[in-house]
């Protein structure tokens, strides 16, 4: 495989040595106990563009479809910052995502096995994919006018959602790096 070099890909490993993280992205920030701390990683002094380091990490797989050169830029708007948060909401937890299709369907067989306590805590933790649904539909409404306030008054629970939720790639491994698989499905994966 040829080596390809783009200038999102020199913008992003600039952005991110200066950020202090690795390319491959690294462990999110997490309290005693493992459990991710809120807002990990984001000072305040530029919530969208921080944020967007974040969403980059995801650029090869639950953005893949996001418009080429989106991440050319290192200060992105902030519509832009939310609209590719809503899209790896919907890659991840959204009803046809990683969660609710991926996991249950082709990882854990609840499909062969539905009473599996494993399959239980994932079906348990609709609710919270739910919650995730809204605030990627009220992310559709918003206009440019609206995005930023919204972005600042949502940012820490977005980075909630990436250190809880999303995988560092969409499979059985990725999965059981997550600290919602720690929190919610670990205990029912060792008692098989």
Known sequence: MALRVTLSSVVLCVALAAAGCSKGGDAPAAAPGGAPVMGAGLSGRDAAAELW???ATYRESFL?????GAFDTA????????KAFAQV?????GPRGFWRDRVPNELLAC??????QVCEGL???????????????????????RADVFLARNRERMVTY????????????GMKQT????LKLKKYVAKQ
């Open 111 to 116: 499909h062969s096995n539905p009473d599996d």
């Open 53 to 55: 380091l974040r969403l």
């Open 162 to 173: 990436l250190d809880t939720y999303v995988p560092s790639q969409a499979s059985e491994a």
């Open 123 to 145: 079906d348990q933790a609709h609710a919270d994919f739910a919650e995730w649904d809204e605030l990627a539909s009220d992310i559709g409404r918003l206009d440019a006018t």
């Open 89 to 93: 909401v919907d890659q991840v937890t």
């Open 75 to 82: 200060k992105p708007r902030a519509i832009t910052v939310l």
């Open 64 to 68: 893949a479809s996001w418009r080429e």
């Open 179 to 182: 600290a919602f698989f720690d």
